[in-house]
C-alpha cells in the first residue's frame, strides 16, 4: 500500500543521518534488497515488523513514528535492566502499540496481563489506528506452516505477526484465533469451526490435521490483523 508520508518520514530520517541515499546505498546500509530500499524511498510498500525496528534503530527514530507519524519522533528507550523473563522480544516505549509476545509464553498471556506494565517490555509494535482492540491486545510471531493456505487463498506463513485480542475469547464460526491445547499446553494458530456443539480448529494447510478442542475456553484471544511475512 503506497504511503507518500512514510517516504517523507524515511526520506527526512536518512537526510539527518547523513547516509547516501541512492538506491544501492540504501539498500546496503538497511540490509535489504535494492528493490525494498526503492520501495521505502518512494512509500510505495512500508517495511514490515522486522525491518521496520531495524530501519527505526539505525535511524535513532522511533518505530511508531515511522511506520505512522504518531508518537515522539526521536528513540527514548526504556530502561531493561529489570524486565521480567523472556517472553517479549529492545524497542521504544510504546504509544498506543502493544507489546510482542513469544510463542511459547502467548499461552500464558491471560494469567499476567493484569499485572504487565509498559515497561515490562523490550519489543512493541503500532496498532493500526483503524483498528479497534482491548488493552490486553498482544502481536506474537507465527510459528509452523499450518496456515499456509494450500488453496490458494490467504496464507500466513512462519515470521508472520498477529495482533490477537484475549478480550474476544467468544470467537465467531470462521474466525482465526489462537488457542492453547490442554494436553499439551502447546499454542496454536487455526480458523474455529463449530459443528454440533463441537468446536474445531482448522489449519488453512490441507496437509495438517483439524483439532477438536473441549471448550472454547482454550481459546486464548480472536486474531484481528496479520502483517504477512514475504
Known amino acids: 500500500m503506497a504511503d507518500p508520508q512514510f517516504a517523507q518520514r524515511f526520506r527526512q530520517a536518512c537526510n539527518e543521518q547523513g547516509i547516501k541515499t541512492t538506491q544501492k546505498a540504501l539498500a546496503a546500509y538497511f540490509g535489504v534488497s ?10 510505495e510498500k512500508l517495511p514490515g515488523m522486522n525491518n521496520a525496528r531495524k530501519a527505526a534503530e539505525k535511524l535513532d ?6 511506520l505512522s507519524g504518531r508518537g515522539p ?11 521480567r523473563g523472556d517472553n517479549v522480544r529492545p524497542v521504544q516505549a510504546p504509544f498506543q502499540s502493544a507489546p510482542i509476545v513469544s510463542w511459547a ?26 483498528v479497534k482492540c482491548s488493552a490486553s491486545s498482544f502481536w ?5 506452516r499450518s496456515m499456509i493456505n ?22 465467531v464460526v470462521g474466525n482465526l484465533v489462537l488457542a492453547r491445547l490442554d494436553d499439551t499446553h ?27 478442542i473441549d471448550t472454547p475456553a482454550q481459546i486464548i484471544g ?7 511475512a514475504a
Open 34 to 43: 535494492e528493490i525494498t530500499a526503492r520501495n521505502w524511498w518512494h512509500g
Open 140 to 144: 506474537t510471531e507465527v510459528q509452523g
Open 105 to 130: 509464553n502467548a499461552g500464558n498471556w491471560a494469567e499476567v496481563v493484569d499485572s504487565y506494565e509498559p515497561g515490562d517490555a523490550e519489543h512493541w509494535y503500532p496498532i493500526p489506528p483503524n
Open 222 to 228: 480472536t486474531v484481528l490483523i496479520a502483517i504477512v
Open 61 to 66: 527514530v522511533n518505530v511508531e513514528w515511522l
Open 150 to 171: 494450500t488453496t490458494g487463498g490467504r496464507s500466513y506463513p512462519p515470521g508472520s505477526y498477529i495482533l490477537v485480542d484475549p478480550e474476544l475469547r467468544d470467537a
Open 186 to 212: 502447546e499454542v496454536t494458530f487455526k480458523r474455529l469451526n463449530v459443528e454440533n456443539g463441537r468446536y474445531y480448529l482448522e489449519p488453512l494447510n490441507t496437509q495438517y490435521s483439524i483439532i477438536e
Open 73 to 83: 519522533r526521536y528513540a527514548s528507550l526504556p530502561d531493561t535492566t529489570n524486565v
